[in-house]
């Protein structure tokens, strides 16, 4: 069984993974976590802790493996990995870390597919991840080279949440972490036992930590807590501003179409109408999200492929 409205987990070899259902959230979460109560209840928000490998530590890298665990308190909702083929040759230093091969990942799906399940997997959670910017990186990364618009889940930290409360351990490595709560950490680096982890890590945080643990993450998921961020927030740079910047922020601003003259996808150099909803920068490149009207679903477009723009009666860039 599946936590409701989630399709079944799959593991590493692509057979079902035990997962248990959980209650649906009886409020929303924002109501949830705002409430004057001594108890926030933070054990009936939903919470999604992952981890991806890659073929290296650059930006440029491509996902190899990414992983998911969907939990409420203890409650384990469901369990979900996926090997993705990077299209490129696997480095020896990446596999001497995480063991996964050439062959591993031959004619597996793109990462563009394994994500369309992770967002799935996500939709109305609040995300855990260890050395979160890392992750929320790669991933945004391999969502945007395949066209898809980033979500704004708030990520919680697990590095970053014992060195806020300046916690007394010898450092903030995941294994180490892992030992000083008390679990018993992956001997594996892979995806579905540091996701587990790092689940672990957020429960102990609140079970062993207490109220000063409780009240940072209730802090963080409503938006005013320390080093704690939505995923896009954590995935994007500022946003340089150029004269094609200029008129997209127009039309953000004003609710209006544009029309793009795009250098890439399969319509080739026909214009493309589109209602922006946000303008982004990541690895040195910036990005318009959009509802793209000719296929009625959200879009992402590169600017430096964008050879022209209009809205209304502005002049094309």
Request: charged fraction near 25%.
């Amino acid at each position: 069984m599946t936590a409701p409205g989630l399709a079944p987990g799959r593991s590493r070899g692509g057979g079902p993974v035990a997962a248990a259902a959980g209650p649906t959230l009886a409020v929303p979460m924002g109501e949830l976590l705002t409430r004057r109560a001594p108890d926030p209840r933070l054990a009936e928000v939903p919470f999604v802790a992952f981890d991806t490998e890659t073929t290296g530590l650059r930006l440029s890298d491509r996902m190899v493996e990414i992983a998911a665990v969907r939990f409420r308190g203890d409650r384990v909702e469901a369990e979900w990995s996926a090997l993705c083929d990077p299209g490129v040759p696997l480095p020896a230093a990446a596999t001497a870390i995480h063991g996964i091969r050439d062959e591993d990942v031959r004619g597996r799906p793109p990462a563009a597919e394994a994500l369309g399940r992770f967002l799935e997997l996500i939709e109305g959670a609040a995300l855990v991840a260890h050395h979160a910017p890392f992750d929320v990186r790669v991933v945004a990364s391999e969502l945007l080279r395949a066209g898809l618009p980033l979500p704004d889940n708030p990520v919680l930290d697990t590095c970053a949440i014992p060195r806020t409360l300046g916690l007394p351990v010898e450092n903030h490595r995941l294994t180490t972490l892992a030992r000083a709560f008390g679990l018993r950490p992956a001997t594996a680096h892979r995806a579905l036992p540091d996701a587990r982890t790092a689940a672990g890590l957020l429960r102990a945080y609140l079970e062993q930590v207490g109220p000063r643990a409780s009240r940072l993450i209730r802090e963080g998921l409503t938006g005013c807590g320390p080093g704690i961020a939505s995923f896009r927030a954590w995935a994007c740079e500022p946003v340089p501003e150029t004269p094609i910047v200029r008129v997209l922020r127009r039309a953000l601003a004003e609710g209006r179409a544009v029309s793009l003259v795009y250098h890439g996808g399969t319509r080739g150099r026909l214009p493309r109408r589109a209602v922006p909803r946000e303008i982004y920068a990541i690895g040195g490149a910036v990005y318009l999200e959009a509802d793209c009207l000719e296929v009625g679903a959200p879009r992402t477009f590169r600017l430096d492929r964008v050879a022209a723009v209009r809205v209304d009666a502005l002049r094309e860039f």
